[in-house]
């Protein structure tokens, strides 16, 4: 359960508070409060309802930046076992914001599992750049991408980034190229790749490695391709108005599925998957199974030619004569 609460949930937190303290009471006074308590947990219970069902897009923004959120390696550590990790581009360096390595799906599948990874307090932030790919990190991942190819291997993308690291170090080893070249790599892999957003997905970073067969995405994350903060400040001139540009890019899990960019909304425990890692992961779970199972009964120049046309159908449109 998490001990971190949004702005939103300010009404939650205070009837926790009231609850508490009636416990306490009955506790101390030998009072009893039963019909009380009963009744703030049923209130409890409506509020959480409807806040959770009226969320605006930067409200869903803030749920997918949620500190307490699950990460690539907390569901690598629930749906995988025999995960050997993989270090270095075999180029520069082994950046710490991108991993990955063979694992075999719920103990039985074996597969490349690769995604990008925050820090949970500042130290581990700092070793992972905070979730900010260097160029190093895409190559990491297209030679892993290029491993699962040759052990005929589906492979498993987990996206939680607000972008690529835009640093000078990082445009001076060319991570606009990197990007570039892990896109064009992950076109031409002939076995199954499911990209997942759990989290952020941030413009390239996101879509460096997020070239797949299908695109999950996660109930409350968000996939765009600008953070409502970089977009509010290009088109307002203001940060303050990123809760406007949210709205705006059409970023939520939902928007996208009705545009036809995501395959599938996988479902989040009440008020986020930061509630209750175990319950999140089983959903992934048996969206990754059902994908998994169905991508793996397609011929290899099936796969290929499947995500180029996905990818290119986007974007699309017609115009009416009037």
């Given at each position: ?285 048996t969206a990754l199974a059902r994908q ?31």
């Amino acid at each position: 359960m998490s001990e971190i609460y949004l702005e939103f949930e300010k009404p939650i937190v205070e009837l926790n508070k009231k609850i508490v303290e009636l416990n306490e009471l009955s506790a101390s006074n030998n009072i009893n409060v039963t019909r009380e308590i009963k009744a703030l947990n049923l209130r409890m219970e409506k509020t959480i309802a409807e806040i959770y069902a009226n969320l605006t897009p930067w409200q869903k923004v803030q749920l997918a930046r949620h500190p307490e959120r699950p990460y690539t390696l907390d569901y690598i550590s629930r749906l995988f076992t025999d995960f050997v990790e993989f270090h270095g581009d075999r180029r520069f360096a082994d950046d710490k914001a991108i991993v990955g390595g063979f694992a075999k799906f719920r103990g039985k599948t074996p597969v490349m599992v690769i995604g990008t990874q925050k820090g949970r307090d500042m130290k581990s932030n700092m070793y992972r750049n905070f979730g900010w790919p260097h160029p190093e990190g895409y190559r990491k991942a297209l030679r892993l991408m290029r491993l699962a190819e040759m052990a005929k291997v589906p492979i498993i993308i987990f996206i939680d980034t607000p972008g690529a690291f835009p640093g000078i170090a990082s445009e001076e080893r060319h991570v606009g190229e990197a990007i570039a070249d892990s896109m064009k790599g992950m076109f031409a892999l002939t076995v199954p790749v499911i990209a997942v957003v759990i989290g952020e997905g941030g413009s390239g970073g996101a879509i460096g490695i997020g070239v797949g067969n299908r695109i999950l995405i996660l109930e409350n994350a968000y996939y765009s391709v600008i953070t409502p903060e970089g977009c509010a400040a290009i088109l307002w001139k203001d940060r303050k108005f990123a809760p406007q540009a949210a709205d705006a890019l059409k970023l939520t899990a939902q928007k996208l599925f009705e545009l036809g960019i995501a395959d599938e909304v996988i479902k989040e425990p009440l008020g986020g998957a930061q509630r209750d890692h175990a319950e999140a992961a089983n959903y992934l779970g048996t969206a990754l199974a059902r994908q998994l199972s169905a991508l793996r009964r397609w011929s290899g120049t099936k796969l290929k030619n499947q995500r180029y046309e996905k990818f290119r159908a986007m974007g699309k449109f017609s115009e009416e004569k009037a």
